[in-house]
């Protein structure tokens, strides 16, 4: 954290200076160029130091309006419509404006507006400027505090899931090795070994993608990304399996939304509620996609027309592991992680995931996350999304 304060100080007093010399020369001011709000208050040499800073950034002026923020405050949701969204920020910027004085803290603060939303740990520094403007600098403390107990209970429940197809496979080789003069049993446990090994590639392969949640730079880059690709992407990598199952699967809803976060992440997510409803669903049946914009949130829903989930087997559909037909799980080859991924990645973009079910009536999942709200471009100003259409809310 000291390391950035040279910067800071330097930044500052390119704030002071832009304000001094408009002060000195105000017609040639008003022959200037009009810039973006969110640019304007802050000199040139001051907004290329603050984006030159590894910490997220914002200055605000006397109204609390940004003035300059970095992308990663848009990522993160600090900033919506160009002021500070978040309550307990804006309760701090105030403290400090009344007070005169800096003032440091710790916050965890909500990814996103929505009740499922995972959190984030900030180290906030607040400082007074000129002019009632406001600086704010915040470091994001969140996988340091914890990556320790991700790792402990993630150790401990692999540890505890790969022990049984591992004993399977060992079992059954032992079992085809003394039926070696049996060509019908030697065929029927080699069958089973090859159902194991795909159950066994698949838990890789998921807790592959749950480690990779829980990297300390997860997420420390979010790009904008298009929706559209994302759903169209994971559509295309289940598709084999759909027509294997001789199930048809539709996409539609509404196009052009974008979200912030990781295009990679978000496909794994959506790919696995359909993973999900392929299995729960029976041969010649339907599963679809839609995507729909619902205010400031984006609502891809996956629809099937399978069993349906009890309310019980509801409440802990999302939790690692948890199968709610042991049975079914191994004949279908469900590993227990897949729904769980989708937790974690809802909650690491700021929103959450929902399931909608009724025993005999099917399921929805919907992955729910924040509509993008990009930053200004000097020369690109953002633009309004298209009115709401699409997959509505489930009863």
Do not use: C
Not at 373 to 386: I, K, N
């Amino acid at each position: 954290m000291e390391g950035i304060w040279p910067f800071v100080v330097v930044a500052l007093v390119g704030v002071a200076v832009g304000a001094l010399v408009r002060g000195f020369f105000p017609a040639r001011a008003r022959r200037a160029p009009a810039v973006t709000p969110i640019s304007e208050g802050v000199s040139k040499d001051a907004r290329e130091l603050l984006r030159a800073l590894r910490s997220t950034v914002l200055v605000l002026d006397a109204t609390g309006d940004v003035l300059q923020a970095s992308p990663s405050a848009y990522s993160y949701g600090l900033v919506r419509s160009g002021r500070v969204a978040l309550p307990v920020v804006t309760e701090l910027v105030e403290r400090v404006r009344a007070d005169g004085v800096p003032y440091d803290r710790e916050l965890s603060l909500p990814r996103g507006p929505l009740a499922g939303a995972g959190e984030m740990i900030f180290q906030l520094r607040v400082v007074p400027l000129t002019a009632g403007r406001i600086l704010v600098v915040a470091d994001d403390h969140t996988a340091a505090r914890r990556l320790d107990q991700v790792r402990r209970d993630f150790v401990a429940n692999v540890s505890h899931e790969l022990k049984t197809p591992v004993g399977a496979l060992a079992l059954l080789s032992e079992t085809v090795e003394e039926a070696a003069d049996d060509p019908e049993a030697v065929r029927r446990f080699t069958a089973q070994m090859r159902r194991e090994s795909r159950r066994l590639t698949a838990l890789v392969q998921e807790i592959i993608d749950l480690s990779r949640l829980q990297e300390p730079d997860a997420l420390v880059d979010s790009e904008l990304v298009d929706v559209d690709a994302v759903v169209t992407e994971a559509a295309d990598r289940v598709r084999v399996e759909a027509e294997s199952r001789r199930i048809t699967l539709a996409v539609g809803g509404e196009s052009g939304l974008h979200v912030f976060g990781d295009a990679d992440l978000l496909t794994t997510a959506v790919r696995n509620l359909l993973d999900n409803a392929l299995r729960h669903s029976d041969p010649l049946g339907r599963v679809s996609v839609g995507v729909a914009r619902d205010g400031d949130q984006v609502r891809i829903a996956v629809v099937d027309q399978g069993e349906g989930i009890s309310p019980a087997q509801q409440e802990r559909i999302f939790e690692r592991f948890y199968r709610g037909d042991p049975a079914r799980a191994r004949r279908t080859g469900g590993t227990g992680l897949g729904l769980s991924i989708v937790k974690h990645v809802a909650a690491d973009h700021g929103g959450e995931a929902e399931v909608w079910s009724k025993p005999g009536a099917g399921s929805t999942f919907t992955l729910v996350l924040p509509l993008a709200d990009p930053p200004a471009s000097p020369t690109e100003p953002a633009t309004a999304p298209p009115p709401a259409t699409g997959v509505p809310r489930q009863p």
